[in-house]
């Protein structure tokens, strides 16, 4: 029974290049959140999607990120225009149906240099 | 002020003692209260779930949560070197709406446990 998917798990992109990271939720599982963990800080909430849909995304910063779950195949996380403070691990995690037990992936370690 | 607080540690303990984790908080609308373990370069692992105020038990860990002084812990039994990682305590409020999975986490505390 497969864990979220998180690929790549580690990414290296320069200033100004875009980095897309994939999470592929636990098997029955509809409902997707996105993680970012910064050095020295804690795990803070990003985005929340359901299927096709954006729920909450109040902790997206306003500019060069998005997310999206389509209907088929994974979530992306895109951060456009890289700059060296996106360098942080980036945690997908999942659930199936609304409650608060989420199961987390194993991350995706963005390097911006 | 950070809404959940959580001393960092480190924390070094010999194997078989009582380990001790607190956190506190500041926002009274937080009811479901969790405990993540975190292996280094690994994805946080849910240990511990309660909703509202008491206690809970399982295996060698407790979780308690007093939300009259809006405090909680996480006491783990019989410490062995396998549970050295980093704590995370994490935090919601009620469900509903967009809340679900709207998780608050603590900075984390690093824990050693040495044979």
């Known amino acids: 029974n497969a864990g979220v998917m998180q690929n790549p798990r580690h990414l290296v992109r320069r200033r100004g290049q875009e980095a897309r990271l994939r999470c592929s939720p636990m098997?029955?599982?509809?409902?997707v959140y996105w993680y970012r963990q910064l050095p020295e800080e804690g795990l803070k909430f990003m985005v929340y999607?359901?299927?096709?849909?954006?729920?909450?995304e109040s902790g997206m910063p306003k500019e060069r990120f998005s997310a999206e779950f389509p209907k088929e195949g994974p979530s992306i996380l895109r951060i456009q225009q890289v700059v060296r403070g996106d360098s942080a691990a980036y945690f997908c995690?999942?659930?199936?149906?609304?409650?608060?037990?989420?199961?987390f992936g194993e991350g995706s370690w963005l390097t911006v240099v | 002020q950070k809404e959940v607080e959580q001393d960092p540690g480190p924390l070094s303990v010999p194997e078989g003692a009582i380990v001790s984790l607190n956190c506190t908080y500041s926002?009274?609308?937080?009811?479901?209260f969790m405990w993540y373990r975190q292996y280094s370069r690994k994805g946080p692992e849910l240990l511990m779930y309660t909703y509202s105020s008491g206690n809970k038990e399982d295996g060698r860990f407790t979780a308690q949560v007093d939300k009259s002084s809006k405090y909680i812990s996480l006491f783990i039994r019989d410490s062995q070197p396998s549970d050295s990682a980093t704590y995370l305590c994490a935090m919601s409020e009620e469900a509903g709406g967009t809340s679900y999975g709207k998780l608050t986490f603590g900075q984390g505390t690093i824990l050693t446990v040495h044979p």
């Open positions: 999607l359901q299927k096709e849909n954006i729920i909450d």
């Open positions: 926002n009274s609308a937080f009811q479901y």
């Open positions: 995690a999942s659930s199936p149906r609304q409650e608060n037990t989420i199961y």
């Open positions: 098997k029955g599982h509809s409902h």
